[in-house]
């Protein structure tokens, strides 16, 4: 059974840049897709971006100019930064798997738990 | 970006119930649409891909339909433990999106 694990701070001032980084475990990280997604309190979903296992990225074309993604194969790990992050980035964030499955739709199976960022001075 | 539109925002059902929500895409989107349900405090868990793939595990009491630009998400006879917001979620663009969410609570 595959599991992922969000990791990182969980309070930010304003101005700084958010490191998360999913663990997964139960299976390899190669091959597949992973993806970030967030949440705001009492808000839907937001998708943040994807990266392959050989490190092609997709980003969400709102929050292009401030996200990085990148992969540890080694670690079975991959991480997503945000810089410059506001208030508004305050949510709780979701990393998951993508698979393609029927006509090649993507889709996310296995999700983390979620992790709360807040961004406050 | 393509724009999901879930309706409605929210409902009030009874055990028992049928329950229908509908998604409506801004743009032709194929069957490249996804169905979650989300409980409190919870992350999203995955009921239905391409339109109308029931994942393993998912009761039959789940079904999803639709093409192009509209979908639909019904729970026959609704249960206790489906009380919980459902999303829609399109793949066909480059920019993965979700509807706003459909809340169910319990009449």
């Known amino acids: 059974q595959v599991q992922l694990q969000e990791s990182g701070p969980g309070l930010l001032k304003p101005s700084e840049t958010l490191s998360l980084t999913c663990s997964v475990s139960g299976g390899s990280i190669s091959s597949f897709y992973w993806s970030w997604n967030r949440q705001p309190a009492g808000k839907g979903l937001e998708w943040i971006g994807r990266i392959y296992s050989s490190g092609t990225t997709n980003y969400n074309a709102a929050l292009k100019s401030r996200v990085i993604m990148s992969v540890d194969t080694s670690k079975n790990q991959f991480s997503l930064k945000l810089t410059s992050v506001t208030a508004a980035d305050t949510a709780v964030y979701y990393c998951a798997r993508v698979s393609f499955g029927k006509y090649s739709n993507a889709h996310f199976d296995y999700w983390g738990q979620g992790i709360l960022v807040t961004v406050s001075s | 970006d393509i724009q999901m539109t879930q309706s409605p925002s929210s409902l009030s059902a009874s055990v028992g119930d049928r329950v229908i929500i509908t998604c409506r895409a801004s743009?032709?989107?194929?069957?490249?649409l996804n169905w979650y349900q989300q409980k409190s405090g919870k992350a999203p868990k995955l009921l239905i891909s391409?339109?109308?793939n029931l994942q393993s595990g998912v009761p039959s009491r789940f079904s999803g339909s639709g093409y192009g630009t509209d979908f639909t998400l019904t729970i026959n006879s609704l249960q206790p433990e489906d009380f919980a917001t459902y999303y829609c979620q399109q793949s066909f663009s480059a920019t993965w999106t979700f509807g706003q969410g459909t809340k169910v609570e319990i009449k």
């Open positions: 743009q032709s989107i194929s069957s490249y």
């Open positions: 391409a339109a109308s």
